[in-house]
């Protein structure tokens, strides 16, 4: 991985944002954006993007466990493209699917007490 990197995790009400730091894997929280309408959203991300100098945006796509585009996959594919078409920064999917049960095996094996 080389440049720095923004997450989006895209709610109705709110979005979560985290950064990762050019160079590594780990991704720090960083806020919650409260949704007030597109324009104040895409206004806040650019602002992060120029704070973090960001290189690229990725935003979770909620793919169904069966691998399918469901219709929450799908309204989101149309979001990300509208902010896409607005950001001088590239935005990717990711697929979602088990992230949380990913991060449970790393700290697990690292030995993380989970108390």
């Known amino acids: 991985m080389s440049g720095a990197l923004l997450g989006f ?3 109705e009400k709110r979005i979560g944002v985290a950064f990762v730091p050019a160079g590594t894997t780990i991704a720090f929280p960083v806020k919650t954006i409260e949704v007030r309408g597109r324009e104040q959203v895409l206004a806040q991300i650019q602002k992060l993007i120029l704070e973090h100098k960001a290189e690229k945006v ?6 169904t466990l069966k691998g399918e585009m469901g219709i929450a996959a799908e309204k989101r594919a149309q979001e990300v ?5 607005r ?29």
């Open 87 to 115: 950001l001088a920064v590239p935005v990717v999917m990711w697929d979602e699917r088990l992230s949380s049960k990913e991060v449970e095996r790393m700290l697990i094996s690292a030995d993380v007490s989970r108390e």
């Open 9 to 11: 995790d895209l709610g």
């Open 81 to 85: 493209e509208w902010y896409q078409s």
């Open 58 to 63: 990725v935003v979770g796509l909620p793919i």
